[in-house]
């Protein structure tokens, strides 16, 4: 396979000029802590207000809303969230203690993040009802919440690190930084390939025990999805590496050789690898620990009656999925990232 793409002459990518009068970061990128803050206290005052026996039921197939972090732990999950929120915007120390509060807070927004993994079949359910993924309205919207408050948090410790470093506060780049990649290196195409063989791998395992034992609904939004599987798995992963992710290929009337925009690939790459990394990862160490204990993962009254195996085989080839495309999407993010209006690297 090629490794490099030569690029359309007119498309050569001018240093933007420094703008003295550029802000140092964006306003957002400032007041995300206190933000998140905001948003981390009042979900979790509606933790605790359904855990002294306000939950609502039927917020999830599984019954509660998170997972990893239900009941009182979920409380304990936000207060330390927002501990650390409040650390990152009065504390500004250096070394150990720098790098321990950053540790603090990405541990707190991954967890956060991981704990509203479902939000993965909220969404899928929600753009196409009539795919049989029954959807939850009070139990997504709470899954929202969890997201965003980890999203928060996460942002509001890459705004502190660039702050207590050496560096552009607006892109966190210093005179030492790697600038944007010149061409796409190797490891970005064996893992845009892998994550096509981990949705390939994922699409045999279902033929070879069959399309009737999907508990997919059949009708237009099953087509829809299954087209859309297809195109994440293969058309996405393989866009991340090769040209015409870049520029339109010749084909594509009034857009030939034009850029596509960097959001149209980069920003689905990011959600979706995410959002198979994080469901598929934690359903991943569910199985070994049920098994670990000597219990089926999947037992049939739980109404998904596919074989042990099957789960075996198409959890870790979603893992891979996402796994592959999200290393290519680092290499798109570089690849195509423009100079810094700021410090114009």
Not at 26 to 47: E, K, M
Request: aromatic letters at 10%; glycine letters at 12%.
């Amino acid at each position: 396979m090629a490794k490099t793409v030569t690029e359309p002459a007119h498309a050569t990518v001018e240093a933007t000029p420094v703008d003295e009068a550029t802000p140092a970061a964006p306003s957002w990128r400032r007041w995300s802590a206190q933000i998140g803050l905001v948003w981390v206290t009042l979900y979790g005052a509606l933790r605790i207000h359904w855990e002294l026996g306000h939950m609502p039921g039927d917020l999830s197939p599984v019954g509660p809303d998170l997972v990893a972090f239900t009941g009182w732990p979920s409380v304990g999950l936000c207060a330390a969230a927002a501990l650390v929120l409040i650390a990152l915007m009065t504390v500004r120390g250096s070394g150990l203690i720098r790098w321990t509060l950053l540790l603090a807070a990405w541990a707190a927004g991954v967890s956060l993040v991981a704990a509203g993994a479902m939000l993965l079949l909220d969404v899928i359910g929600g753009i196409l009802p009539g795919l049989g993924i029954r959807f939850y309205p009070l139990g997504a919207l709470s899954r929202v919440a969890c997201v965003g408050a980890g999203v928060l948090v996460v942002l509001s410790a890459r705004s502190y690190q660039r702050r207590t470093r050496e560096g552009c506060a607006a892109c966190g780049r210093t005179a030492s930084s790697a600038g944007p990649l010149r061409r796409t290196p190797r490891w970005a195409f064996w893992a845009a390939y892998l994550s096509v063989a981990g949705c390939l791998v994922r699409i045999i395992a279902q033929v070879r025990i069959g399309f009737a034992q999907s508990p997919l609904s059949a009708g237009a939004s099953a087509m829809l999805f299954e087209v859309g599987f297809v195109l994440g798995g293969t058309v996405l992963p393989l866009s991340l590496v090769h040209g015409w992710g870049r520029f339109w290929p010749r084909w594509v009337p009034r857009l030939a050789g034009r850029r596509v925009p960097r959001r149209l690939v980069l920003w689905p790459a990011c959600g979706i690898s995410g959002g198979l990394i994080v469901y598929f990862g934690l359903t991943q160490l569910q199985m070994i620990f049920e098994r670990l204990q000597g219990r089926n993962p999947f037992p049939a009254e739980g109404g998904l009656a596919l074989p042990e195996t099957f789960f075996w085989i198409a959890v870790p080839a979603y893992l891979t999925w996402g796994a592959g495309m999200a290393v290519a999407a680092v290499a798109y993010a570089r690849r195509t990232r423009a100079p810094c209006g700021t410090c114009g690297r």
